[in-house]
């Protein structure tokens, strides 16, 4: 039965662990390449351009949607096979903003790329900015990742 055994399918002593159940949201399973809007996101994918980096700076976050990969249709729309990068793009500020699809689409369905892109490296940098601000918080503060470790391993 899901959730009662251990991974390796046998029952630990004591409490056993419980394997979770996958959280795969509607929006934003498969965030999409700024370069492709075919092809997944990825870190390991060498064009530095195709994927926005959770500690980019926002002049980088900004220059890398700025070329990001558009087409010359007008508006902008979600779902239409011909337009992959529309969806992505209509999809990463959907999930920034923690705005509705209908809600996206009222606000930015309308726009062209030029309006459309300033809005949404806003919206992605300051989806970013509590998680910049913490990290930055936390190398900047000496000794705290040793002493987390040091508790963790106590």
């Known amino acids: 039965e ?33 370069t492709d809007g075919t092809s997944k996101m990825s870190k390991s994918n060498p064009a530095e351009g195709s994927r926005i980096n959770v500690l980019d700076s926002p002049d980088e976050i900004a220059k890398k949607i700025k070329r990001c990969k558009t087409d010359t249709f007008e508006g902008l729309e979600f779902g239409n096979p011909e337009r992959p ?24 369905g309308a726009m062209r790329w030029g309006d459309f892109k300033p ?33 963790g391993a106590g």
Request: charged share 25%.
């Open 85 to 108: 990068e529309s969806t992505n793009l209509l999809t990463m500020y959907q999930l920034c903003t923690g705005k509705t699809k209908d809600e996206v689409i009222a606000e930015c």
């Open 2 to 34: 899901k959730g009662t055994k251990a991974p390796s399918g046998r029952s630990r002593g004591g409490d056993i662990l419980r394997v979770p159940d996958a959280y795969i949201p509607a929006a934003g399973a498969r965030v999409m390449s700024l």
């Open 119 to 151: 809005a949404l490296t806003d919206a992605v940098i300051a989806h970013f900015e509590p998680i910049q601000g913490r990290y930055a918080q936390i190398v900047g503060e000496k000794g705290y990742l040793d002493d987390v470790l040091a508790r």
